[in-house]
């Protein structure tokens, strides 16, 4: 019975490995904790990194990037018939990657994908703050839509140009009210919630005037934000928030 051994390779030259643009971004802690790691280089051999016949790395950069600064050999084997695709599933099942993972990953061929990366950037949100938002605009299932992220499923084509009007104008209000409410413990942060973002997104999309009174008022008005996690609450805010009419006019209306 003829049987199938991987060669295990090692070499001191690193820069004969490649990255795949599509890889996650280089995350230092988890560099850190290999270099940390006293078992580390003794134990590298047993793990080698995978790469394909052209030396880009299919899985294992952060070890390949640890033992370059610690300078220790690199153990690699040679997998000819791995590609780029390859990547997402090994990663996967390594150091478990996080969404904005997948969406980097995905935003390489997919105008969707791209158009979050580049929001993300722009606005400086998490993809979570993304999602809160493209799911009430778009009417996607909550049920569904991570995971169809993930996988490379979802395409917004027809709502982005809603979706980036929303951001231009929420963003940037809401951390003008972070800004000014710093002083009242974590009040600024609640807008940044998935309740209260999918509650104004809501209105942006079904009641458009209820939206830019209620962000025109945040400002100014003297209703409490609370703390919640429930989305019907946070939309009761944003209609009392639309609703608020200044003291002085108030009195001038009765």
């Given amino acids: 019975m003829s049987k199938n ?117 722009e606005h400086s949100v998490s993809v979570s703050f993304i999602n809160s938002m493209a799911m009430k605009i778009t009417g996607k299932s909550n049920r569904t839509f991570n995971k169809d992220l993930r996988d490379g499923k979802i395409n917004l084509e027809a709502h982005l140009d809603d979706m980036e009007k929303f951001l231009s104008v929420y963003v940037p209000r809401i951390r003008e009210y972070k800004k000014l409410r710093a002083k009242d413990c974590n009040e600024g942060t609640f807008l940044f919630m998935d309740c209260y973002i999918q509650a104004f997104s809501h209105y942006f999309k079904y009641d458009r005037v209820i939206f830019e009174k209620a962000l025109s008022n945040l400002i100014t008005s003297n209703l409490p934000l609370t703390y919640t996690t429930i989305y019907e609450e946070a939309r009761k805010f944003v209609v009392n928030l639309s609703e608020w009419t200044p003291p002085s006019k108030a009195k001038k209306a009765k």
């Fill in 5 to 121: 051994f991987v060669e295990i390779h090692s070499t001191l030259n690193y820069d004969m490995f490649q990255l795949f643009p599509r890889n996650r971004a280089i995350c230092e802690k988890h560099v850190k904790s290999f270099m940390e790691d006293p078992t580390f280089p003794m134990g590298f051999r047993s793990c080698p990194i995978v790469v394909n016949s052209d030396m880009f790395i299919v899985d294992g950069q952060h070890r390949c990037t640890a033992a370059k600064r610690l300078e220790i050999p690199v153990f690699y084997v040679v997998d000819a018939n791995a590609t780029e695709q390859d990547i997402q599933k090994r990663n996967s099942t390594t150091k478990g990657w996080v969404l904005r993972d997948h969406v980097i990953y995905h935003s390489h061929d997919k105008p969707t994908y791209a158009f979050i990366v580049r929001m993300m950037k």
